[in-house]
């Protein structure tokens, strides 16, 4: 944007500040309110035409964004063409604004909306996770098999100089947990306690380091303890910890099968609205603003340092990696959000009291004390602006599953709550309507 204002108007307004500035200034040999004009502009007038250009840019500018209805992403860069005495004002402002937002016609997508049946099988298969969360571990003596626990020291070299932070000591690691390099926990099948190990490999490429990125390393291993998982008992001392009393294993089952149901409803609901999301964006093509591009990448990568740091983990011994590496999935959530906020205006979606209300119970129920949770959110006006967000999306998305074709489909519960670890395969039913 290129902006110009004359001369006389900034010399008029410099006159104006300066003969105000005569009634207050005081100037040595002069009494205040005395000091001729000439004096006071002679002493102040740079400083005073200074003051009026910085705020008649300001002011022009915001006067231009508004008769042109700009909306811009970020603060302008400001380049000054003239600002001398005599010139007048004339400066160009680089910026970058919001897109136009033309969505596709809603009547010409189509969304699948998966159903999800919880069968007694799939109870069983909860049993067992719950089992397996409160299991313990005993020591064994025999050779360890994927599932055991390993208590180990290592230490990492790579072309003979020590792995920064590639070492430690009484680390334990269950075999099978892919939570080391390809080849580190494979490496260690079958060893017993007690004995030392040499493990050759390489760091995958891409890596989060770059610097190690597909180069070799060497391990050095000591394993001092192999231990096996005991899965506890489904009896009346497992069912207390979850807060059931007295009705043994039917109760139990009664209990795990309704909280089930309450997550199936939550996920199928946030299943659906990630498709609707992804079928938008898809859909819709926008020339996305880089200053909202990468204010995303810096808040993604703050908010993953966050994650790790109160999980106990250093993410700078972790090598973790700098905001360009969310900028990918920044221009994803960038597009949708402008997206949504398209929809939104056109939908008149809101978020009511009484749906938030609703919202905050629900999340609430899962708790040990829901009145203490519901009592926190409402605490924090931020807090509850985030749950409104999420119930106008839901409004919004509710818009446009009212207007799209709808394709069904069933999804099992393993799938739907355990998305990218199972391998998905929906059956699209046809509709008897």
């Not at 204002?5 to 500035?21: F, G, M, S, W």
């Not at 770059?210 to 070799?216: F, I, N, R, V």
Request: hydrophobic share 40%; aromatic share 6%.
């Amino acid at each position: 944007m290129k902006v110009a204002i004359p001369e006389q108007q900034i010399d008029a307004l410099v006159r104006q500040k300066l003969a105000e500035l005569v009634r207050t200034v005081r100037l040595n040999g002069f009494r205040p309110g005395r000091a001729p004009l000439q004096v006071v502009e002679r002493q102040y007038g740079a400083r005073v035409r200074g003051d009026v250009l910085g705020d008649m840019l300001r002011s022009s500018f915001g006067e231009a964004l508004q008769s042109h209805q700009l909306r811009p992403v970020a603060d302008p860069v400001f380049d000054l063409v003239s600002a001398e005495v005599g010139t007048g004002l004339a400066y160009t402002a680089t910026f970058e604004v919001y897109p136009e937002v033309h969505l596709k016609p809603i009547e010409e997508l189509v969304f699948t909306q998966a159903s999800c049946e919880i069968g007694e099988t799939d109870i069983d298969t909860m049993l067992e996770v719950l089992r397996k969360q409160h299991a313990s571990w005993q020591e064994v003596l025999r050779p360890a098999q994927n599932g055991d626990q390993v208590v180990l020291d290592f230490a990492g070299t790579v072309e003979g100089v020590a792995l920064e932070r590639g070492s430690a000591t009484d680390h334990e690691m269950e075999l099978g947990s892919a939570n080391m390099i390809d080849g580190f926990e494979e490496g260690l099948l079958g060893a017993v306690a007690g004995e030392a190990r040499t493990l050759d490999l390489h760091f995958p490429a891409p890596y989060q380091r770059e610097d190690l990125a597909g180069k070799p390393v060497h391990f050095d291993v000591t394993v001092k303890k192999v231990a096996h998982k005991v899965l506890p008992e489904l009896d009346d001392e497992l069912f207390k910890k979850f807060g059931i009393q007295e009705g043994g294993l039917e109760a139990f089952r009664r209990e795990v099968s309704e909280n089930m149901q309450r997550e199936r409803t939550r996920a199928l609901q946030r299943r659906f609205n990630r498709h609707v999301l992804d079928q938008l964006s898809n859909a819709n093509e926008l020339a996305l603003p880089q200053a909202l591009v990468a204010a995303e990448a810096q808040r993604m990568h703050d908010e993953s340092r966050r994650n790790l740091a109160m999980r106990g983990a250093d993410p700078d011994r972790m090598g973790h990696p700098g905001p360009e590496f969310f900028t990918a999935q920044a221009q994803g959530r960038v597009k949708v959000g402008l997206i949504m906020a398209e929809v939104i205006r056109t939908s008149g979606a809101s978020a009511p009291p009484a749906k938030v209300r609703q919202t905050v119970e629900s999340m609430a129920s899962t708790y040990e004390d829901p009145e203490a949770m519901l009592r926190w959110y409402y605490a924090d006006p931020k807090r509850l602006q985030e749950i409104e967000a999420v119930c106008r999306e839901e409004e919004a998305v509710n818009w446009l599953a009212a207007r799209a074709q709808i394709s069904p489909a069933t999804i099992s519960f393993d799938d739907l709550m355990n998305p990218g670890q199972t391998q998905t395969q929906e059956k699209s039913q046809i509709s008897s309507g």
